[in-house]
Every structure is written in C-alpha cells, then in structure tokens.
C-alpha cells in the first residue's frame, strides 16, 4: 500500500472533478442548449483519450525498435502493444454507432456554433498517422490546402517535430533489413526463391503447351498469362525494377526489407520466425483497422451532411473517402501475398539454418545446440 | 456561425488542454512508473464520460415521463434516448476487451498503489442504478456492509437524493397504469384475456384427456401440468396472488401496469401500440446489456485477480455476479413473456377499439374518423 | 404440440444429417487435404444461409409495399424486417473476422483447385443487390464483361426475373408519392420550404452585409458561397433542375418522393411520422452496412491475395472497392441531409394538419378528433 | 489448376443446392407457416455449422498434443488453432442478437410445433464441452436427469466415446507437467518462489508493526490479514494441501502442472515461454467466451418464454445459468492469478537458465549458444 496522508480515493485517481467538468455545450453558453451537443463533446473527448492510449503505446514500441537490436523479449512486448492498439482501434469504430444516434438534424441544432473548429484540427489524430509512418508528401491535400494549414502554430510545431523523428515503419524497415537468415553461408533466399517460381511457371507454361484440349489461341493465351506473372515477380527479384516501382510510389519499403518480410510470411512456422511474422500481421491489422475506421467515418458524415461543406469546411465525404485509399501506412505488407507461392512448390530450407531457427535451451550451455522439441515439453 | 472574439477551435471546444491532463499516474508519482497504469486511468476516464452521457439522456427521459401525459411525440423522444443508452451501454462492454489486454501481471505492477480506491467508489454508476430503479433494499450488500458505505460523504448525500425522486421504473409505472384501452366502455382486457386462457387449457385439457394413446398415468400427468399453468395464470389475473408475489419479491410492477404491459405485448401491431412496445424493448435491452456488462465485468476480475479481494476490499468476483443476478430493474418485464399465448388463441379487439387505436388525419378536420390507411401512404 | 407418428427431434427439424454432410473439401478430393478449406466452404454457407433468411425477409418487405396502401400495422412490420436485415448484414461484417484467421498461405494451399468457382457466382447475392434496387445499368462491369456473365445460364434466367419485378426502392419511391400531408389544401410543403429557405439565405446574407469586420473581398466571397447554397437547394425545388440531375445519375428518386423523404426527416417528431421516419432509417442503415461489408470485405481480399487476381479471376481489391462506391441503393437518402434546415428556421406545420397527423381515439368515435394526449397514457 | 471434367463452380464447392434445402418449416408442414421459424431454423443451422469447425479445429489441436514432445512449430500452429475458435465464439454470441429480433409472440407462433425437440439435443455442443475438457460428473443435471439423457441413442454412444478420450485439458495438464526448467539442475521454481513469498509477507508484517500510525487493533487485524495470504498460498506450495483442495472441486489441474502454469505466467517474456504464455491465454479466452455465450444465451432465453419450460422441457434460464457458472474447462487458470506477485517482487532466474530460455542461431552450429539477439534482427 502506497503511503500518503489519506487514502486515495477512485475519483482522486481518476481526476473526476476536472474530467467531467470539462463537458461546455457551446450551445449553453449561447443561450440555445441543444440536447445533442453534450454526445458530441463525449464521444470526440473519448477519441482524444484513446488517442492519449495509441501514442503511449507507440512511445513504447518505438523505443523497443530505436536500438540497433531487437531482442524476443521485446518482440513480445512490441507485439503485445500493437495488439492492444488493434483493440482500441476497434473501440474506436464502434464509437461510431454511438454517434450515429445523432440525427442530421438533432446536429443541425448546434453546427453552426461551431464553425471553423473541426477534428482536422485534432493533433493526436495527426501525430499517429506520422507517428506510424504518414509521411506529408503522402497526405492527401485538401481544397488544395495542406491538411496541416488547419493546425494551431503551436501544434504544427509538435507536428513538424514528429516528422522529424524515424516513423514506425521506418523502424519496421530497419529491423526487417536486419533480419539475419535471408544471406547466411551458403544460403541467399533471393535466389533459391526466384529459381523456384521460375521453376514453378515454367512447369504450368509446360502443362499448357502439352494440353490437347486446348487451342492454339488458347494456349497463346495462357502463356502470355504465365509470362504476365513471371514479369511480375521482377519487382521482388529485381533491384532496379524495385527502384522504379519506389519512384511510381507502388513499393515504400525498401528491396532488402521486402525480401525479408516475404521470408518471415513464406516460412512463418519456424519457431524463431513466429514472433516476427505476429507483428507483421499485428500491423497490417493496425493499417486494416484504421483504414475501416476511416471508410466508417467517411459514410457516417455523408450522412449526417450530405454533400454540404463539413465543420472546418471541408467536403468531408470526399476527402475521407480519399485518406481511407490513399493514406495507407503498411499497404505494403497487402502486396506482399502477390508474391506468395504455394507451400508444396516452397524450397525448404537449409538443415542447419533451419536447426540454428529453433530454440535451443542447452542446460548450463555445455550440450549446445541440443533442440528444445527433442526433450519434449513447453 | 456564433459570434465570438476568436474563432473556435476544435481544442477549445473540447477543453483538450484540460481533459489531456487529467491521466496522472500513481505509479510514477511515487517513483515507479508502471506503464498500464495509463490504460486502467484512460478506460476508467472513458467509462465515466460515458456514465455522464447516460445520466443525461436519463434527464430527458425522465422529464418526458414527469408529468400527468406523455404524447407520442414525447414517446418517440423517449425510445431515441433509450435506444442511445443501450448504444453507450454496449460500448462499455466492448471497452472491457481494451481492458483485457492489461495481463494480471501488469496490473500488479501498481495495483497496490491505489488501494483502497476501487470502482465502487464510482457515485455516477451508483446514480444510474438507482435512477433506472434499483432501491437501496434491493442492493446485495457487500462485506455485509451496504454498499454506498464506501462512497465519501458528499457522494452519499447526492445518492440519497436520486433515492428520494422517482426513478424510472416508478414513472413507467405509472405512465403503464395509465393506459388506456385495458379498460373501456364495455371492454375488460383482464377478464377477456382471464377467459381466453381458460378456455385454451380447457381445450387443451379435453385433448389429452380424449387421447387414446396416453395411459391413465400419462392423462393425470399431463392434466396435472395444465393444472400448474393455469395456476400460474392467477399472479396476473388475481389480484391477491399478485400482493403476495410482490411480498416475495417475485412481482414489482403493480397489478394494472403489469396488465398493460401484457396488452402492450399481445397487441404490439396496432398502431397506437408500436411506439409503447418498442419503449418496453427497449427498457428491457437496457436491463439485459447491463446485466450481461455486470457478468463480462464478473468475469474480467476473476480473470485479473483470481480469489484476491478487489482493489476497495471486496471479493470483487462474486459479488459482482451476484449483482448481475439481482440488480435486475425491469425483470417483470422479462418475466412477463410467461403469460403470452398464441396469436391464434388472442381474443381479437373490439371494432370500436381497434379503430379507435389506429391514426386518424381526416383533412381540415372535417370528415372526423377517415383512417389514414383508407387513403394509402405513409 | 403438434400431431406426429413420433417425436419431433433437434436434428430432424435441422436437417443436420444432411447439412452436415455438405461439407466436401476440393482439397480433400484432389488427395492433398488442406486444413483451411473447412473454414473456406463453412463461412461461405454461413453467408449463404443468411442471404436465404434476408431474401425471406425482403419478400415479407415487398409484400407489404405491393399494394396500394401501406398501413400502420404494416409498416411496423416491414420496419421489423429491416432491423433484422441489418442485424443479418452486421453479423456477415463479423464472418470477415473469422475468415481473416485464415492466412494468405494457408489459402494457397487449395486456391487453385476452386479456379473458376467465384463468389461472383453467388446467385442469392446478385438477387438481394436486385431486389433492394441495383439495376443493370448501374452495375460496375468487371474485366469489361458484365458480373452476370459468370452466373449459370439458369440462374441468369433468375436474376432477369428478377430485374423484371419492382424493387424495394421502386416500392418505397411509390409510398413516398402517395405520402398525404405534403400538399393538402391550403398548403404546399414545397413552397412554404423554399420561402423558408429564401428567408434564411437573405438573412445570412444581411449579416453578411451589416457585418463592419469584413472586408469588401470578404463580404464578397461569403455572399457568393450564400448565392451556391441558394443554387444548390434547385435541385429540390426545381423540377428541371431536379430532372437533370437524375439524368447525370446524382438524383435517382422522383421530385415527388425526395420531398416527401425530405418532409418526413424535417418533422419526424410528429406521431404520424415517426414509423415513416423510422422506415427511412432503417433503409439507409441496410445501404450503408452494406456498403460497409463491400469495403471490409474488399480489404480482407486485398490482404489475401495482394495484386493477384481472385478465384474467378478478377482482379478482386478494386472491383470490389468500386462496388463499395456505386453500388449504393438509397444513395439519394443520404444527400437529402444536404436539404435540411435547422429547426429554429423551420416553418411550423398549420394547426389542422398537425392535428391530422396526431392520433386520435376518441372512443366510440362520436367524440371525433379527441387527441390521445388529452387523455395521457400510453 | 484442378483437372476435371468440367470446371466446378461456386454452387458445387458449396453443395448449395442442397444446403438451402434443408430449412424445411415445420408450421409449413403444418399448414400454419410463422414467418419467423426461418430465422430459427437458420440460426441453428449457423450454430451447428460453426461447431462442426470448432470440432475440426479440436480435431488438429488435440493432435499437436497427442504426442509425448510439442515442438514450438506445433505450439505455434495449436496458438492459431485457439485464436480461430476464440473469433469464431465471438461469431456465436454476435448471432444471438440476430436471434432476438425474433419477439416472444413470433416465436410462440411454432413453439409448440417443435416440441420436444430441444437444443439440448445438439450432440455437437456436448462434443464440444467433452472434448474441451467437461467431465460427466461435473455436468450439471436437469429435471433430476443426467443431459445426455435427451441424446438419441446413437449420439450417446458418439459422446460416450469422447469422453473416454483425452480431453484437450488432459492433454493441457500433460504438457504442463513436461515442462521443463521449472526444476533443473540447481533450480527449483517452487522452493525459490515460496521463499520469495514468504519474505514479502515478512516484509509486510514488518512494515505493519513499525508502524505508529495503526493501533494495536488495526495491527492485529493487518497480520490476520497477512496470515490468511501465507495460508492461501498453501494451495500451491503443499502437496497435501492441494490434494484436498483438489477433492473439494477447488482446483482440478495437477499439482505440477499448476506449478508449470504458474512459472510461465510469471516468467512469460523469457523468450521461450512466449508462445506457452500465449497458449494459456487463448485457452481462457475459450473459456471466458463460452461462459459469456451461456450466460448471454441464458438472458435471451428468459427473455423469450419467461418462466415456462423450455422447448424440451427445461426450466432454461435456471440451467442455462448455472451452466455459465459450473461448467467451466480452465477455471483454474483463472484462479492462478490469486498466487501472483509483483515482478518487483518476483525472484530472478539464473543466468544458465536464462540464457538456456533464450533463442540460440548460431550459423553453422559451430559457434553454440551465442545468443540472437547479440546479432541483433528478427
């Protein structure tokens, strides 16, 4: 038990007094309550409090990337937090039932009192889009204006200083480039990789030349289809096609990480890799869920405004609409299965890379190498 | 657009600076930051914005239901708050899978900090339970202390007072025993509905006793559970048997409200009737998603505690599901459901009542009665 | 209890023999079994039983709206149905969950062996888009090949049916023609609204004028942004604006049945109006879920199968985030919101309509006009 | 491609045809059709395909632990195998609000037609509770009868021979018991443990003697308190104690294993007790999820008929809710937590150990040992 003079109490600890007196219908204080107000301010102050959640998370999980090392412990706990993000994004959709309570015209009552404040101006909101890894070249621009425009001075400060800082999916990019296994001795993934597609098409293209159903156009056909893929698979083998495709904007990260995060997804069943690939997977669900939320959102204020301008003068619907396509963190990771092959035609991997990717807990260190699964147990 | 000196903004509206600062760790006040102490204070925050959002809907709704007449326009409003209380309400249960992703182990990492603080003390949940209807005698005690012993003095002074004015199952009470329609010129819902009853499990009754395949055993058997049910038939239509059932605490809604509310049910698709079954809906959603949140919070803390008292002393587990058990509010309603009989059984309406309960929108008022389903359309 | 040789059981009123056993795996058959083709078939019949139970639903819906009269008791019934649709509509969204748990490599494992088989040959599917209001015309092509030519040629034949009958929102666009109270005598709906929305623009405008803090550039541009507001509420007003804009595709509903859809959400309050307001609810929580699921639905496919294309051989993301854009039903209910006005400016309804559209049930009907609150009750 | 005669489209893979033949209506049957029994008999049929994944997934989990070894790609793949049957759980309670938009009086419409079929009779159900780990002397009983008693004859044979099986918590309970570290050469997890436990209550009792502040009183009732602690603890600790516990119904779990259950919660991000922590995790999620779904089956079921019995005779609520309360499968997972202390609290590992725990990946085997994350990477 802590020591203090009296005991703490529940709304001591939780601030009470100031929280729940933070809620001031500008409606009130215009002489006009409008009942439906009071759900606004709940609900946008709930967000902003989750957003509070989201970032200190995001400082841990940073902080577990921003060495030169990432050790399993920390994975675990990286993991652990992304997971939570997951849930709280889902939290934060479900908010958006709660809202649609409210009519069009329930919020007719007080939009006006409002105007130009908007939740572009909400600063957390921003600071997790470039905390994960939005960068501003990236952000869709609104009425021809940056986004940011509608910051305070002093929130556009916090903002640029964020952009300064490495992203999340810099520190994904980082530690996926570190990942050892894809070029050890005698083993180069790339490589055994791309001779098994091509393998693997060539074998199709052989099956479609040889098949006596077919015509001469369909199999023209099929063929082109085959080399359709083949050509696709350059922009994973081939480090030039790779920079062009960067230059378009359809690759973000960079060659050697993509490779890596290919190899974690193809071979996720090795017990060293299992951490690995639950954190890709956590933050596609992060990329996934936000971008839910974003698509939700978008159809709940074409509702509740149609096609009128929304509270900070934007055509809301639209540019929703929009950030939900375009401002994706880890779209990547989506395009990433493109590449997948099936596990029957997968090379396996080398023995001892493979005995080097299981746990080993020799005891007092002296057997070395013995494999956990060879003694049974957890 | 409001006049003001500056524009609005969105932190202003939202008084971000203040609600951002009220998240103060106990862990790192006294030295030893635990990092989910943020989350436990966020979800705890979250919960009682969302409890001030419910006493406020609570207002209206109970302004509606406060005087001697409440008009269907009044009802509508009515169903609206109701609704966006079950809305709110299953977004606290969804607020408990964020707080699921705080492991046991973490929450000890501060949990002896805040004793003896503990959700308990929380005086907005105190006043929705009793608001809703819940009386102090109907409350399971805890430590066989009441529970309110552990709110602070203030708080208990406000508590009383909510005890002291009608809550909400009081004014559905009386708004129930004012309906009309059970009782009118020539037409006694009770003593029609008593007959139909009667008459049912008479017919039934002659069809096991007709039945050829059932032996003598079986026909007293079978003879003996009609016999039950009709008994079971007198807590409704007996008055007596309705006062002791009270007594026992298995009746609280008096006779007549119970009596409508059985008409409300059984004739729910007459016009003048949709309105007041979708508000008995939706009292009974408010009471079966707070029972279902008292049972998942049960759950929760049996989960994060094991057998160890609760943060406030309490032995948090049980006594939290038996409050899902007991803290029931409008079980009558649920309860009631035993008494419904086939459609095909339903005595049918009077004409002159069934007319009179639908719309009537006789253009200028001068053809009195035209019904509006006579001339099509919404 | 129902006359039978013998018995009723659980499995016999379920099929389950027969349910149960129509649960064959490709992958099974091709002697390669794959884990995760069980979950693949099961929610895929999942989706299809609840299409079964929406399409029963919207049978029971149009039926209602097939006459030339909907009555009250009507009304409340196919409001009933829509709830349930759309509690249908919210548990598919949830199934995304569950099959997201499959992982694109596991996929893989029997993808190719249901090549050419599609969800796009989901017959049921194709019907409830049909039946709610997607015509021909409207569909997204996909490959420059309409979607219908993947269906069986008999189930082609269906969906032509189909096409051929009216559908809900041509239904609901006939009961909004029929809606009594927008013109009746003496009153216009239409005319007293523009004056209304005339009134409220010029007054804007004035302060706009009057306002000494603007600059001439100022005033300048926010009497141009009220003169767009002015042109903007044409397309309600005006019937040859309105019949342009249908012919662009930005309207699709009749000038009759926007006002009328447009009176509804004005004075919803009104007791007459609350199921129709309700009704138009529901239709739009039935659009936007379903718009929902496409956009979910399009992004779980897009993590699946990255840029490939889908088991029919589409290149599934993009059609289906199309689909999730133009594939709307009751788009126009949304835009409406566009048209409202807040409350404070809205023109009250004549003393003898509001009365007309107030219940009565004057008992008896001698009494004639008696108003239900008068009496208080239910 | 798959080779077959003729390409399988999406109604083959499905069997739809069939499968949407299987909701025949019994008041169809009857002459008497109730519109709602659709959604009752799809509901169900949802249900019993959902449990037939569940089953399949059983199927692979329980194989992964059939063996006397589970390696860590074993664990990795029963991890997922958890997660799917968790999601899919959450799939069945979300179908129970789809369920209750089915009112009383709609179901009253079949009701009887259906008796005595009964969802007690869903064998699947009873396989699932079997092979999860419920015992038949742990069933609760109803009417005085055994459950399964409502079985045909030939489904009792089916759960007979589950039961005579391992259930997965047997095979949970063996795993547990394998673990290894918890007693190695110059380690043991208990003794270390209990000695940590012990001092910190010393070190409580102390502080609550020295201080000046409680009277003699209040001192006497903290040791009390203290003491009570030290005595629980036994449970754990001492065979004896455990054993009788184990006698009384308290804990069903083996003395080791909850000794191996208790060390991997405390020491769970030592990397290699990540995925086994992960494990007991997703196993009460199993439980805590069923439990929610029983209890939340047993509200709509009160809700629908009330106090009758249910379809098959039951009194429902009563049973479905002591179900909720008695059939539990980890409860003593749950109940673990109780013997938790603070990780500042919480007794060191040994280096060798430590290390042991941690991945080794060396390349080439020669180097042993060296640690992976002294390299750095994934």
């Known amino acids: 038990m802590a020591k203090r003079d009296k005991p703490l109490t529940y709304a001591e600890h939780l601030q009470l007094e100031r929280l729940l007196s933070c809620q001031q219908r500008q409606s009130e204080l215009h002489g006009r309550p409008a009942h439906d107000e009071m759900l606004f301010i709940v609900v946008h102050q709930a967000y902003e409090l989750w957003f509070k959640v989201i970032l200190f998370e995001l400082d841990r999980i940073q902080d577990i990337f921003s060495g030169p090392r990432t050790d399993d412990s920390g994975l675990g706990a990286a993991i652990h937090g992304v997971t939570r993000i997951v849930e709280v994004q889902k939290l934060l959709i479900h908010q958006l039932d709660v809202l649609e309570t409210m009519t069009p015209m329930d919020f007719l009552d007080f939009r006006d009192l ?95 030349r040889d098949n006596p159903m077919l015509s001469a156009a369909e199999v023209d056909s099929e063929l082109a289809s085959i080399e359709v893929s083949r050509q696709r698979f350059d922009s994973i083998f081939d480090e030039a096609r790779h920079r062009a495709l960067v230059e378009e904007g359809a690759w973000r990260l960079s060659w050697r990480a993509l490779q890596a995060a290919l190899f974690i997804n193809l071979y996720r069943s090795e017990p060293v890799l299992q951490l690995p690939f639950r954190l890709l997977s956590g933050l596609m669900d992060i990329d996934e869920t936000l971008t839910n939320w974003r698509y939700r959102h978008a159809l709940m204020v074409q509702r509740m405004i149609g096609r009128k301008v929304g509270t900070g003068g934007s055509s809301g619907h639209d540019y929703l609409r929009r950030t939900a396509e375009l401002h994706r963190i880890f779209g990547d990771l989506f395009a990433l299965s493109t590449f997948f092959i099936p596990r029957s035609r997968l090379p396996g991997l080398p023995d001892d890379l493979r005995r080097a990717m299981g746990y080993s807990y020799a005891q007092g260190g002296a057997q070395g190498g013995a494999r956990r699964d060879a003694e049974g147990g957890a």
């Open 114 to 208: 409002l105007v130009p404040a908007s939740g572009f101006q909400s600063l957390q909101f921003r600071l997790i889009e470039t905390r994960l890894g939005l960068r501003p070249a990236e952000r869709v621009s609104f009425d021809e204006r940056p986004v940011d425009a509608r910051l305070e001075p002093e929130d556009r400060v916090r903002l640029r200083a964020a952009e300064a800082r490495p992203s999340l999916r810099d520190q994904i990019e980082d530690w996926l480039e570190r990942t050892p296994f894809i070029q050890v001795s005698g083993y180069d993934f790339r490589e055994v990789y791309r001779q098994a597609v091509v393998d693997m098409l060539e074998q199709d293209a052989a099956l479609v």
